[in-house]
Each structure stands twice: as C-alpha cells, then as structure tokens.
C-alpha cells in the first residue's frame, strides 16, 4: 500500500513562486519513480513533470524554465519548484507515483492540492 499527499499549493500572484512537496509511504518497497500532474477543469489531465529515485527527470514543455523537479529519497519525498506562474498554470496538482522505473508513473495518486494564479 502506498500513500501519497502534497503540500505547498494556495493562491499567487501572476510572476510569483510556489514550491510543492509530496511525500509518500509505503508498506513495501520504496516509490521509485514519481511524478506532478496537473488537470484544469475541463482539460486533460497533463504530466507536468517525473523524476525517478536514480535522479531521471523530465519536465513538459509547457513549463520548462520555470519548473524544477527534485527529490530527497531520505525523506521519501519530492518537490516541484514553480517560478514565474503563469494564470494558465492555475490547475489541481496531483502527486502520482509508481514502484517501477517510469517517467509516467499513474500507479497511485495523492488527494491533489490546489494552485491559483490570478491578480
């Protein structure tokens, strides 16, 4: 059983800063690939960023140069920085994760946590 639940989100200003976390725990082996989604509604849901525990990492274009991802396997956890937002980044992000090696990892999922930019 794995339990995934973020933190960080809230609301911004256009141009300011957010840094989300998700930690997970897991009753088996450790979590090793993990990712941030994101979904607006009436959009598809959008990888926006994986890293995996060896450090592997991909972030969409969409936010590249303003997105970082990161990961603290000590603390079970990663974090997305997220600068210079952007309205359109307004969404539900959610923490997905997966035991296997894979920059799309779906297998299980925290309860999301809110990002609003707006003025």
């Known amino acids: 059983q794995v339990e995934l639940v973020e933190s960080g989100g809230g609301l911004v200003q256009p141009g300011e800063s957010l840094k989300l976390s998700c930690t997970y725990s897991s009753t088996r082996f450790a979590v090793n690939s993990m990712a941030w989604y994101r979904q607006a509604p009436g959009s598809q849901r959008e990888l926006v960023a994986a890293?995996?525990?060896?450090?592997?990492?991909r972030v969409a274009d969409s936010v590249k140069g303003r997105f970082t991802i990161s990961r603290d396997n000590a603390k079970n956890t990663i974090y997305m920085q997220m600068n210079n937002l952007k309205p359109e980044d307004t969404s539900v992000y959610r923490c997905?994760?997966?035991?296997?090696?894979?920059?799309?990892?779906?297998?299980?999922w925290g309860p999301g946590t809110q990002v609003t930019v707006s003025s």
């Open positions: 890293i995996t525990s060896g450090g592997t990492s």
């Open positions: 997905g994760g997966s035991y296997d090696y894979t920059l799309t990892p779906a297998d299980y």
